[in-house]
T-cell receptor, first 118, second 109 residues
Framework: DAGVIQSPRHEVTEMGQEVTLRCKPISGHNSLFWYRQTMMRGLELLIY????????DSGMPEDRFSAKMPNASFSTLKIQPSEPRDSAVYFCASRPTATGASSYNEQFFGPGTRLTVL | RKEVEQDPGPFNVPEGATVAFNCTYSNSASQSFFWYRQDCRKEPKLLMS???SGNEDGRFTAQLNRASQYISLLIRDSKLSDSATYLCVADNYGQNFVFGPGTRLSVLP
């Protein structure tokens, strides 16, 4: 039973280059989340989708970041142009749609993409 | 002020010790609470959900105090394998899943 799949696992790029991170959520999960984790800021939610529709992108740092979810089984996070301060681990997570007042649906995380921008 | 705050740590404890982590949340609309565990260079994984009445899973006990907006995690008889970072999470009907900064635990032989 495959979990959340992310690619690439590691990315090293030079400042100014475009970076595309990919995520395949667990089949049947309706919500998808993109997070960024750094030592200084911890785990930050960037954006999340319900049924392929972006619900909250208030965590996206600036216009250089964009995310898409063209279908239920695929999402991308793009950084263009990349900067050294974007270096972090980017996690994708998915979960079944949370419903009702007693919602204890956990998020399942992918292994992350470790991005280094030189 | 951060929406979810945790003990800064790190906690260094000997094997067999009992250790408690505290977490506070500021959004009174939060309805669901979780503890996640994250090993070094790995993704966070759910340790346990936190129920209103408190719940226990083996050596782990989670408590919730809604009046004080406070969550705790107690680990009894700690093992070397418990060494990790523990993340507290507050969620509002699936609309606002917020992680705390985490508390690092090192269990020493």
């Amino acid at each position: 039973d495959a979990g959340v799949i992310q690619s690439p696992r590691h990315e090293v790029t030079e400042m100014g280059q475009e970076v595309t991170l990919r995520c395949k959520p667990i089949s049947g999960h309706n919500s998808l989340f993109w997070y960024r984790q750094t030592m200084m800021r911890g785990l930050e939610l960037l954006i999340y989708f319900n049924n392929n529709v972006p619900i909250d992108d208030s965590g996206m740092p600036e216009d250089r970041f964009s995310a898409k979810m063209p279908n239920a089984s695929f999402s991308t996070l793009k950084i263009q142009p990349s900067e050294p301060r974007d270096s972090a681990v980017y996690f994708c997570a998915s979960r079944p749609t949370a419903t009702g007042a007693s919602s204890y649906n956990e998020q399942f995380f992918g292994p992350g993409t470790r991005l280094t921008v030189l | 002020r951060k929406e979810v705050e945790q003990d800064p740590g790190p906690f260094n404890v000997p094997e067999g010790a009992t250790v408690a982590f505290n977490c506070t949340y500021s959004n009174s609309a939060s309805q669901s609470f979780f503890w996640y565990r994250q090993d070094c260079r790995k993704e966070p994984k759910l340790l346990m959900s936190v129920y209103s009445s408190g719940n226990e899973d083996g050596r782990f006990t989670a408590q919730l105090n809604r009046a004080s907006q406070y969550i705790s995690l107690l680990i009894r008889d700690s093992k070397l394998s418990d060494s990790a970072t523990y993340l507290c999470v507050a969620d509002n009907y699936g609309q606002n899943f917020v992680f705390g900064p985490g508390t690092r635990l090192s269990v020493l032989p």
